[in-house]
């Protein structure tokens, strides 16, 4: 007997050993995933803030120029429409080879103006437009480098690698030591990046113009989406009859809400810009086309809402003598409301983040105006981070992983207003 109940014992011993030392390896599986995911989202940001953090730093050059009344105005007319035109590159090239004296030929002198932005002779231009009585004087002037500049000071080029396989010449590395040399050349913070649109030129492209084509886009998402959303969810939730009709439609926006995003963008294209004719690539249709995306997600998270409010709410308003919509409209809809911006700002962010349907509809265009309104042409963050992907130039690189700190930036900000607006107004039952 005794025998007996030690061999159960050791064996219950055995099974317990067996069993906790599988629930500390199910344990540390789950750690390890869990670290591993950490591990990866680490990984992704140190590289994003690595290749992106010197795009909020650009080179600038320190020049004095003269504005030559013979170059600028020579019949001393001062008309506007005469000092537009002026060659202003001309003093800039006539800056640097004060600076650099001994530059001749027409290959060194292409050279020596390839340091400076073209940006430089557009900001000349603009200043003796607005105060014509500049000409005839010198002016100190702080102005953008080109690219391959920025990127030498950045340490982004190689020097140790032929002259052939730089995209800078020994001369204009030389002619840009010497600036440092002489504290003309320095790095300062990239103003321009936030307030500029896209541009051909690196140093000369912003994200301002797809902040502004984002910001359209998700107004006209967020006017159409979170009244048709929570009308359609109040309907389905509070007042419509349970027959095979409401149940497929239940059934459709749940399909609805997994359908890749990109045949979202070819309904637009066939509804939007061939049967009604709307303008491409204009934020209007941007707005149309990821209200479609977003309905199916405000619509499920507004039911969930309104199914988490006790129906002891409902029934003591109807036992008041409310009527069914005044219980809705006044008790249950107000405690719903949380839960159900939660659900449209989370939409809103899926939204946010969306390139393939505004593909579709032509918002990849190039786009240099910042829009002024709704059916001008205009693009937006992701597709501005497309584009910049896709381009050759070094200094583009950084400019994508900078474009993309800014979308997780505002990707950040809506998510964590859905979490305290939910933490502020949701009542716990």
Not at 71 to 92: H, Q, V, W
Not at 410 to 426: G, I, K, P, Q, S
């Amino acid at each position: 007997m005794n025998r007996s109940i030690a061999e159960t014992r050791a064996r219950v011993e055995r099974s317990l050993k067996r069993r906790r030392w599988a629930e500390r390896r199910f344990q540390a599986y789950g750690l390890g995933a869990v670290l591993l995911g950490v591990g990866f989202v680490a990984i992704m940001f140190s590289s994003l803030i690595s290749q992106g953090w010197s795009a909020f730093r650009q080179a600038y050059v320190t020049l004095e120029v003269f504005y030559d009344p013979e170059i600028i105005d020579p019949d001393g007319t001062r008309k506007p429409e005469d000092l537009a035109i002026a060659d202003y590159a001309a003093l800039i090239r006539n800056s640097l080879k004060a600076k650099f004296p001994g530059v001749e030929g027409r290959a060194a002198t292409k050279q020596l103006a390839g340091l400076v932005s073209g940006s430089a002779a557009q900001e000349l231009q603009r200043r003796v437009v607005a105060t014509p009585s500049l000409i005839g004087q010198k002016q100190t002037l702080v102005v953008l480098t080109s690219d391959t500049v920025d990127q030498l000071l950045k340490g982004r080029i190689d020097r140790t690698l032929e002259e052939e396989n730089r995209t800078i010449s020994d001369q204009q590395i030389r002619w840009a030591d010497q600036w440092v040399r002489d504290g003309q050349l320095s790095l300062r913070f990239n103003q321009r990046f936030f307030t500029n649109g896209d541009s051909r030129e690196p140093e000369q492209a912003g994200v301002w113009g797809a902040i502004v084509g984002s910001i359209y886009t998700l107004g006209v998402t967020l006017l159409l989406s979170f009244p048709i959303g929570i009308a359609a969810a109040i309907y389905l939730e509070e007042f419509a009859r349970r027959n095979r009709w409401t149940d497929l439609i239940e059934v459709n926006i749940n399909n609805l809400a997994a359908v890749p995003s990109i045949v979202f963008g070819l309904l637009g294209l066939a509804m939007f810009l061939n049967f009604f004719g709307m303008p491409r690539s204009a934020p209007l249709v941007g707005g149309l086309v990821l209200t479609l995306l977003t309905l199916p997600t405000i619509i499920i998270a507004s039911r969930a809402a309104l199914k988490a409010v006790p129906p002891s709410i409902r029934e003591a308003a109807l036992g008041m003598g409310a009527s069914r919509i005044q219980t809705v409209m006044h008790h249950v809809l107000p405690m719903a409301m949380p839960g159900m911006l939660t659900g449209t700002i989370i939409g809103m962010a899926r939204a946010l983040g969306e390139t393939a349907p505004l593909l579709m509809i032509g918002m990849v265009a190039f786009i240099v105006d910042v829009p002024k309104g709704l059916t001008d042409p205009a693009t937006v963050l992701p597709v501005q981070v497309f584009l910049w992907a896709g381009s050759p130039e070094r200094a583009f690189l950084e400019r994508t992983s900078a474009a993309i700190l800014v979308l997780l930036a505002f990707l950040v900000l809506m998510n964590a207003t859905a979490v305290v607006l939910r933490n502020r107004f949701e009542r716990r039952w």
